[in-house]
């Protein structure tokens, strides 16, 4: 099994709701990351996890709170999200570190109204 | 921080035309990727480049890692319709941290048949 699966697809929610973006692999993988990517635009990394730890956070606003349950899970929880927050939702995941392949999931297609 | 251009940014064709796009980054490279995006869907990996002047190749797909280890390109000979989509260069920081990718903005293909 070499996919990564993502919920929903499709989001749309209003400034004042919390939702929460689900991600799943069961590669063994254990470093997942979450990046988010606007039209015609490169995937930004926002977070990564290292074996279920927190390794990396670009500076994402805290509106943005990312979860690991465990090492097959990858949540990203939303919270008061602005407009321009909008964008594919994409988490990924790769055996160890950069020097590996990432996996990407399909993507959750975020529109905040 | 680290920075990886990619040029050019749009590239049309006719189908059995060679394509190139090319990646320069501002400091030194551990390791390079490259993905496919095609349109709607998400980043699937290609290939990883890590040796200083490496050549990889992949049926009409051809990619190549500078002697610097700043640069990168990836060559297809006579394109098809399904080579269609946006390439992306990726590349990790040397002494950078080891989860994060550097993105280049990525260069979309079109063909036409």
């Known amino acids: 099994d070499t996919e990564v699966t993502q919920t929903p697809k499709h989001l749309v929610m209003g400034m004042t709701n919390k939702k929460s973006l689900k991600c799943e692999q069961h590669m063994g993988h254990r470093a997942m990351y979450w990046y988010k990517q606007k039209a015609k635009k490169p995937p930004e990394l926002m977070f990564v996890y290292s074996y279920e730890k927190l390794s990396i956070n670009e500076s994402v606003p805290s509106r943005f709170s990312p979860e690991c349950p465990n090492s097959s899970l990858l949540n990203l929880h939303l919270h008061a999200l602005q407009p321009e927050d909008s964008a594919l939702y994409l988490c990924?995941?790769?055996?160890?570190?950069?020097?590996?392949?990432?996996?990407f999931g399909p993507g959750t297609r975020l529109t905040v109204t | 921080g680290q920075q990886v251009m990619q040029i050019p940014q749009y590239q049309h064709v006719q189908e059995g035309e060679d394509f190139t796009t090319y990646c320069n980054s501002s400091t030194t490279l551990s390791n390079i990727q490259w993905y496919k995006q095609r349109p709607g869907g998400h980043p699937v990996f290609l290939i990883q480049?890590?040796?200083?002047?490496e050549v990889k190749k992949q049926k009409r797909l051809t990619f190549q890692f500078g002697e610097a280890k700043k640069n990168s390109s990836l060559h297809i000979t006579a394109t098809q319709t399904t080579d269609v989509g946006t390439y992306f260069c990726?590349?990790?920081?040397?002494?950078?941290?080891?989860?994060?990718?550097?993105f280049g903005k990525g260069t979309l293909l079109t063909v036409n048949p």
């Open positions: 480049l890590v040796k200083s002047g």
């Open positions: 990924a995941s790769s055996l160890g570190g950069s020097s590996y392949e990432q996996y």
């Open positions: 990726a590349g990790r920081q040397s002494g950078g941290s080891n989860y994060k990718l550097t």
